[in-house]
């Protein structure tokens, strides 16, 4: 066996010898393997379990050498939807992955075996093409032996640690050292049974890894003790989670967030969302508590605006709205609960004309509120049905019976950013101290308008700086809004690997409360563009995870499906797509959604450049006097007229704006449009002006287009070795294929000047669907 392995490696080539799970392999085979290494000098990569590097007696078996010790980061929230899909062969509902990914803490064996043992006990149902949760726990006795195996070899007070752990959640790690001994702790963090992070607080908190392991403990049968444990440690832990007030300290560069973004990223999703979860579930049932206590609408509010951004509770909000003495309390406070009546009216199904009445009938009740309920009807007209005529006339009405109403503020900045009008939205909401009823609008207005009006780098320091303050304050409605206009913001300027980290950490909470669960409907069609874009064929993404009784038209970017669905479809004719996608853009724009149909036309233009959606655009442009495209759009003009000379001069003198990442994509796409319709003139032209462009100002982002398929400006014997160079190196590519390296190398470079990319690996990347590789 060492001589036929060995021989086999000594083959020409980069070769490696890899073993898989090295706990599972016995000693014979390891000396073999490690007797093949020794001659042939090939390095072997080894994985195995978490606890440790060698499993007991396997050490001693390998002989010493040189050695690198990796730790695999968990997997995020779209690897756990990919595998989840690829183990039960449909993808599974955002709930149930953004709950799996916080059982497993991202452990691929435990996504697979959680995914696995929950089907095969009726926990998860198959509808509609998804699987949903059909309760409220995951938990069976299948997993049983899988958390056993994790558990195996600990000590009787590790085991005992773990339990007292389970039953205090998660806890400052000075707090836990009352009730678990500061060594054993050690141990089990030693053990990677411990993940340990910092609160908003800067308090360094410690729970359980993975939490499945807390349902373990949980469980009845496991000790008869369990109950006089539970409460010593009740008793024990006394301090409970505050309600905190932290002043927030604004970033200071778009850099210095970005920063701080990446440093996050290397945090676990998983454990943030438990904790962020875990604190946010002792708040609501606290407020619970106090309104079933005392039914005032001082209490309902307090829940209800819980609500508004965290995973509802649609018996409880139906029982406080129905039970709640609303006689009594505060009007400001009663107005919210009437909004918040209208809100879930429309949530629920009952239609927008049972919540407009609703609104009425508190009008009627409340005439010095008049004026607010019936902006709170315009605004929901506006969002659900279309933009009222006459828009301007009532809004200067209402703001004549009440010129400081914060509610008027609010309702007139959203509506003046469907229409496209940033400036007037950022007076709405400056002219306002603000109204309690609406919690963190105003915020989400003032990002969204810093961006629609080109402050780019404004908006995302602005919108990154109120995530972590909502992050601190247990806001999930702030941490999801403020996310959107964060991940809209970065997508923009082509930071898509920070924009989809933000976002996953919103997946991975879960779906929110009934007001933003359509932005997170909009991040994950945004999440699942690139995969949409990338794929030859139409392909599942995390868009699929978003509610599919969506319209197709809406009044924010991304809150519809219909730009998705287009993108999805893959309509890689030109001349299509550029019909389709106008058609849309005018549906949008018949319905009053100038800043959707503005952005839309944005995007289309640059992914597939067409003449009537960019004239849709320029049109848009010009009405709203918007300048801050104006070089974009003078570039798209000369591609689409192919007007070369033109372009040349005018990517030339390119000052760099908030649209340099749409200018490359534009001339990607560009390209694309070309090799769609086998023009191998025009492709050659859009790339060597994507060459010039990218040489002047280099990115290491790629823009975003469609996958192109079968068609490469290169021959096929380019193509041949450009598929070889991905992983050969040139002397080998010659001598596999019985040429001189001279002749590779020319190949090389005519393959690299031809298709415009930068490096070997790029070539590969682009060669490699085309068809005489495949």
Same mark, same amino acid.
């Given at each position: 066996?060492?001589?036929?392995?060995?021989?086999?490696?000594?083959?020409?080539?980069?070769?490696?010898?890899?073993?898989?799970?090295?706990?599972?392999?016995?000693?014979?085979?390891?000396?073999?393997?490690?007797?093949?290494?020794?001659?042939?000098?090939?390095?072997?990569?080894?994985?195995?379990?978490?606890?440790?590097?060698?499993?007991?007696?396997?050490?001693?078996?390998?002989?010493?050498?040189?050695?690198?010790?990796?730790?695999?980061?968990?997997?995020?929230?779209?690897?756990?939807?990919?595998?989840?899909?690829?183990?039960?062969?449909?993808?599974?509902?955002?709930?149930?992955?953004?709950?799996?990914?916080?059982?497993?803490?991202?452990?691929?064996?435990?996504?697979?075996?959680?995914?696995?043992?929950?089907?095969?006990?009726?926990?998860?149902?198959?509808?509609?093409?998804?699987?949903?949760?059909?309760?409220?726990?995951?938990?069976?006795?299948?997993?049983?032996?899988?958390?056993?195996?994790?558990?195996?070899?600990?000590?009787?007070?590790?085991?005992?640690?773990?339990?007292?752990?389970?039953?205090?959640?998660?806890?400052?790690?000075?707090?836990?050292?009352?009730?678990?001994?500061?060594?054993?702790?050690?141990?089990?963090?030693?053990?990677?049974?411990?993940?340990?992070?910092?609160?908003?607080?800067?308090?360094?908190?410690?729970?359980?890894?993975?939490?499945?392991?807390?349902?373990?403990?949980?469980?009845?049968?496991?000790?008869?003790?369990?109950?006089?444990?539970?409460?010593?440690?009740?008793?024990?832990?006394?301090?409970?989670?505050?309600?905190?007030?932290?002043?927030?300290?604004?970033?200071?560069?778009?850099?210095?967030?970005?920063?701080?973004?990446?440093?996050?990223?290397?945090?676990?999703?998983?454990?943030?969302?438990?904790?962020?979860?875990?604190?946010?579930?002792?708040?609501?049932?606290?407020?619970?508590?106090?309104?079933?206590?005392?039914?005032?609408?001082?209490?309902?509010?307090?829940?209800?605006?819980?609500?508004?951004?965290?995973?509802?509770?649609?018996?409880?909000?139906?029982?406080?709205?129905?039970?709640?003495?609303?006689?009594?309390?505060?009007?400001? !406070?009663?107005?919210? *609960?009437?909004?918040?009546? &209208? %809100?879930? @009216? #429309?949530? $629920?199904?009952? /239609?927008?004309?049972?919540?407009?009445?609703?609104?009425?009938?508190?009008?009627?009740?409340?005439?010095?509120?008049?004026?607010?309920?019936?902006?709170?009807?315009?605004?929901?007209?506006?969002?659900?049905?279309?933009?009222?005529?006459?828009?301007?006339?009532?809004?200067?009405?209402?703001?004549?019976?009440?010129?400081?109403?914060?509610?008027?503020?609010?309702?007139?900045?959203?509506? !003046?950013?469907?229409? *496209?009008?940033?400036?007037? &939205? %950022?007076? @709405? #909401?400056? $002219?306002?101290? /603000?109204?309690?009823?609406?919690?963190?609008?105003?915020?989400?207005?003032?990002?969204?308008?810093?961006?629609?009006?080109?402050?780019?780098?404004?908006?995302?320091?602005?919108?990154?700086?109120?995530?972590?303050?909502?992050?601190?304050?247990?806001?999930?409605?702030?941490?999801?809004?403020?996310?959107?206009?964060?991940?809209?913001?970065?997508?923009?300027?082509?930071?898509?690997?920070?924009?989809?980290?933000?976002?996953?950490?919103?997946? &991975?909470?879960?779906?929110?409360?009934?007001?933003?669960?359509?932005?997170?409907?909009?991040?994950?069609?945004?999440?699942?563009?690139?995969?949409?874009?990338?794929?030859?064929?139409?392909?599942?993404?995390?868009?699929?995870?978003?509610?599919?009784?969506?319209?197709?038209?809406?009044?924010?970017?991304?809150?519809?499906?219909?730009?998705?669905?287009?993108?999805?479809?893959?309509?890689?004719?030109?001349?299509?797509?550029?019909?389709?996608?106008?058609?849309?853009?005018?549906?949008?724009?018949?319905?009053?959604?100038?800043?959707?149909?503005?952005?839309?036309?944005?995007?289309?233009?640059?992914?597939?450049?067409?003449?009537?959606?960019?004239?849709?655009?320029?049109?848009?442009?010009?009405?709203?006097?918007?300048?801050?495209?104006?070089?974009?759009?003078?570039?798209?003009?000369?591609?689409?007229?192919?007007?070369?000379?033109?372009?040349?001069?005018?990517?030339?003198?390119?000052?760099?704006?908030?649209?340099?990442?749409?200018?490359?994509?534009?001339?990607?796409?560009?390209?694309?449009?070309?090799?769609?319709?086998?023009?191998?003139?025009?492709?050659?032209?859009?790339?060597?002006?994507?060459?010039?462009?990218?040489?002047?100002?280099?990115?290491?982002?790629?823009?975003?287009?469609?996958?192109?398929?079968?068609?490469?400006?290169?021959?096929?014997?380019?193509?041949?070795?450009?598929?070889?160079?991905?992983?050969?190196?040139?002397?080998?590519?010659?001598?596999?294929?019985?040429?001189?390296?001279?002749?590779?190398?020319?190949?090389?470079?005519?393959?690299?000047?031809?298709?415009?990319?930068?490096?070997?690996?790029?070539?590969?990347?682009?060669?490699?669907?085309?068809?005489?590789?495949?």
């Amino acid at each position: 066996m060492v001589d036929t392995l060995a021989g086999r490696l000594a083959r020409p080539g980069e070769r490696v010898l890899v073993v898989d799970d090295l706990e599972f392999v016995d000693t014979e085979t390891l000396a073999v393997l490690d007797a093949v290494r020794l001659r042939t000098k090939r390095p072997m990569i080894v994985t195995m379990g978490e606890s440790s590097l060698y499993p007991k007696g396997r050490r001693a078996v390998l002989s010493p050498g040189p050695e690198a010790r990796v730790q695999l980061n968990p997997l995020r929230y779209e690897h756990v939807s990919e595998l989840i899909t690829d183990v039960l062969g449909a993808p599974a509902d955002a709930d149930t992955t953004a709950r799996i990914l916080t059982k497993s803490a991202g452990n691929p064996r435990l996504v697979a075996r959680i995914a696995e043992t929950a089907s095969l006990s009726d926990l998860l149902a198959l509808s509609n093409g998804q699987w949903h949760m059909t309760g409220d726990t995951l938990w069976n006795e299948h997993l049983q032996g899988a958390v056993e195996s994790l558990l195996e070899g600990l000590e009787s007070d590790e085991l005992t640690g773990l339990q007292t752990m389970a039953i205090a959640g998660t806890a400052p790690i000075d707090v836990l050292q009352r009730v678990v001994h500061a060594d054993v702790l050690d141990r089990l963090e030693q053990h990677g049974l411990i993940s340990v992070m910092e609160d908003p607080h800067n308090n360094i908190c410690a729970a359980i890894t993975p939490p499945v392991l807390a349902d373990y403990f949980r469980g009845q049968r496991v000790r008869t003790s369990r109950r006089v444990l539970q409460d010593r440690i009740t008793r024990t832990l006394s301090v409970s989670p505050q309600e905190p007030n932290v002043d927030v300290t604004p970033a200071d560069s778009l850099m210095g967030v970005l920063a701080a973004v990446r440093l996050e990223r290397s945090t676990d999703d998983a454990a943030t969302a438990r904790h962020f979860h875990e604190r946010l579930s002792v708040l609501e049932r606290r407020r619970y508590d106090r309104w079933d206590a005392e039914k005032s609408v001082s209490n309902a509010v307090a829940l209800l605006g819980v609500y508004w951004g965290s995973p509802t509770d649609a018996s409880r909000i139906e029982r406080v709205l129905s039970e709640t003495v609303s006689s009594e309390g505060d009007t400001c !406070e009663r107005l919210f *609960l009437a909004v918040t009546k &209208a %809100l879930w @009216a #429309i949530h $629920s199904g009952k /239609g927008l004309e049972y919540a407009a009445d609703a609104l009425r009938n508190f009008g009627k009740e409340h005439p010095e509120w008049s004026a607010e309920v019936e902006s709170v009807e315009l605004f929901l007209v506006a969002t659900y049905d279309r933009m009222p005529q006459n828009l301007d006339d009532t809004l200067t009405r209402l703001h004549d019976r009440n010129p400081g109403s914060g509610v008027l503020a609010c309702v007139r900045g959203m509506l !003046e950013l469907y229409r *496209l009008n940033p400036s007037a &939205a %950022l007076n @709405a #909401i400056d $002219s306002s101290s /603000g109204f309690k009823g609406f919690p963190r609008i105003g915020p989400f207005i003032r990002g969204l308008a810093l961006f629609t009006s080109g402050r780019i780098e404004e908006a995302i320091v602005f919108a990154l700086d109120q995530r972590a303050e909502a992050r601190r304050n247990l806001d999930q409605f702030g941490m999801v809004s403020s996310t959107y206009v964060a991940a809209q913001a970065l997508v923009y300027r082509g930071h898509f690997d920070e924009a989809e980290y933000l976002m996953g950490s919103v997946f &991975a909470m879960g779906r929110p409360g009934f007001l933003v669960d359509s932005l997170h409907d909009a991040m994950l069609r945004l999440a699942g563009l690139r995969a949409a874009t990338s794929a030859i064929l139409p392909t599942a993404t995390l868009a699929t995870q978003a509610r599919r009784e969506a319209e197709d038209i809406g009044p924010l970017p991304g809150i519809a499906k219909g730009v998705y669905e287009l993108v999805a479809g893959r309509p890689l004719i030109p001349a299509v797509f550029d019909r389709k996608a106008a058609r849309l853009i005018r549906r949008q724009l018949e319905r009053g959604y100038v800043l959707e149909a503005t952005y839309s036309a944005l995007f289309f233009t640059c992914l597939l450049p067409g003449r009537k959606v960019l004239e849709i655009l320029r049109q848009a442009l010009k009405e709203h006097a918007c300048t801050s495209h104006d070089q974009l759009v003078a570039i798209a003009a000369a591609v689409v007229e192919q007007d070369h000379q033109l372009l040349g001069v005018l990517l030339e003198n390119y000052e760099p704006d908030s649209d340099l990442y749409q200018v490359r994509m534009l001339l990607r796409g560009a390209f694309k449009r070309y090799a769609f319709v086998d023009d191998t003139v025009g492709a050659a032209e859009m790339e060597r002006a994507y060459s010039i462009f990218a040489t002047r100002f280099p990115s290491a982002d790629e823009p975003m287009a469609f996958n192109s398929g079968s068609y490469s400006p290169l021959t096929v014997r380019e193509i041949e070795i450009a598929a070889l160079a991905g992983h050969r190196s040139n002397p080998e590519i010659a001598e596999h294929l019985g040429i001189s390296i001279r002749t590779v190398e020319n190949h090389i470079s005519n393959a690299l000047r031809k298709s415009g990319s930068p490096t070997r690996a790029a070539l590969f990347d682009l060669v490699r669907d085309t068809s005489p590789f495949r």
